[in-house]
């Protein structure tokens, strides 16, 4: 199944074709070998997953409990945001900044990472306000634009992810605008609810937002394969058990996540 879904998204989804094509010859072997690695972590029915999955869930939600969430503070945001959004050469000013400080960030802390980052595309921009506007919340989209230009840290494993997300909780505690911690609290409090990483919106002093990830290489190497499905849904599944078995890939690095924190 992995080899038949990776050759669909690839000829369908041009930003999952650009990534794959961006990457090393090395850096797709250790993906591809992530992804391998995940899929025979374990196997057994949809119950005995499903309960080793709760399992690890209660894990890590002692685990995180030290990342404090924080709903959204939107008085924190600039009141001209909107025409950061519709500027690209602010835009790219608010991504260039936010790289070196993130860069920076990540050096101080002393742990291997990789740093992704970019700016979302004009399309995805009108296709989240299309949709909010087709829900009757227009003035929802406006605010929910705060991840135009967003980072994420991809760190080997969870006391990792754990150390870098306590680390920036503590350095930019007066400019968070908002953590959510999906190792504790899952999205829609579903704990059956596969994704796991942290998240933060940080305000600069003008008020401006960037969006920070802070995740696995587990995590970020299922995201590769599920985001146009599961989260854009700009893919169709091809079946029943195609969705099946990416939502269970999903559901599998976090148990390997936990399988690999045990051992230490």
Same mark, same amino acid.
Request: glycine share 4%; charged share 30%.
């Given at each position: 199944?992995?080899?038949?879904?990776?050759?669909?998204?690839?000829?369908?989804?041009?930003?999952?074709?650009?990534?794959?094509?961006?990457?090393?010859?090395?850096?797709?072997?250790?993906?591809?070998?992530?992804?391998?690695?995940?899929?025979?972590?374990?196997?057994?029915?949809?119950?005995?997953?499903?309960?080793?999955?709760?399992?690890?869930?209660?894990?890590?939600?002692?685990?995180?409990?030290?990342?404090?969430?924080?709903?959204?503070?939107?008085?924190?945001?600039?009141?001209?945001?909107?025409?950061?959004?519709?500027?690209?050469?602010?835009?790219?000013?608010?991504?260039?900044?936010?790289?070196?400080?993130?860069?920076?960030?990540?050096?101080?802390?002393?742990?291997?990472?990789?740093?992704?980052?970019?700016?979302?595309?004009?399309?995805?921009?009108?296709?989240?306000?299309?949709?909010?506007?087709?829900?009757?919340?227009?003035?929802?989209?406006?605010?929910?634009?705060?991840?135009?230009?967003?980072?994420?840290?991809?760190?080997?494993?969870?006391?990792?992810?754990?150390?870098?997300?306590?680390?920036?909780?503590?350095?930019?505690?007066?400019?968070?605008?908002? *953590?959510?911690?999906?190792?504790?609290?899952?999205?829609?409090?579903?704990?059956?609810?596969?994704?796991?990483?942290?998240?933060?919106?940080?305000?600069?002093?003008?008020?401006?937002?960037?969006?920070?990830?802070? *995740?696995?290489?587990?995590?970020?190497?299922?995201?590769?394969?599920?985001?146009?499905?599961?989260?854009?849904?700009?893919?169709?599944?091809?079946?029943?058990?195609?969705? *099946?078995?990416?939502?269970?890939?999903?559901?599998?690095?976090?148990?390997?996540?936990?399988?690999?924190?045990?051992?230490?």
């Amino acid at each position: 199944m992995l080899d038949t879904h990776l050759k669909q998204m690839l000829q369908n989804n041009v930003p999952s074709t650009q990534y794959w094509r961006n990457l090393s010859p090395k850096e797709r072997a250790e993906t591809y070998a992530r992804w391998q690695e995940i899929e025979s972590i374990t196997s057994g029915d949809s119950d005995t997953i499903g309960q080793l999955h709760l399992d690890a869930h209660n894990i890590t939600k002692k685990i995180f409990l030290t990342v404090q969430e924080k709903t959204f503070e939107y008085l924190m945001i600039r009141k001209d945001w909107i025409d950061i959004v519709r500027s690209q050469a602010l835009k790219q000013q608010l991504y260039n900044n936010g790289l070196k400080l993130i860069s920076e960030f990540i050096n101080r802390t002393g742990r291997k990472a990789r740093l992704l980052g970019g700016i979302k595309t004009d399309e995805s921009i009108r296709r989240k306000i299309r949709q909010q506007g087709e829900e009757g919340n227009m003035a929802r989209a406006v605010l929910d634009l705060w991840d135009v230009v967003r980072f994420k840290i991809v760190l080997r494993d969870l006391p990792d992810v754990l150390f870098v997300a306590e680390e920036f909780w503590r350095e930019f505690f007066d400019g968070v605008v908002r *953590c959510r911690n999906y190792y504790y609290l899952p999205r829609n409090n579903d704990v059956n609810d596969p994704y796991r990483a942290v998240h933060f919106e940080l305000a600069d002093e003008d008020g401006s937002i960037i969006e920070v990830q802070v *995740c696995s290489v587990s995590r970020d190497a299922v995201s590769l394969l599920d985001h146009p499905y599961s989260f854009k849904k700009i893919l169709p599944y091809k079946n029943d058990e195609h969705e *099946c078995w990416l939502r269970t890939l999903s559901v599998k690095a976090n148990l390997l996540e936990v399988a690999q924190f045990k051992k230490l």
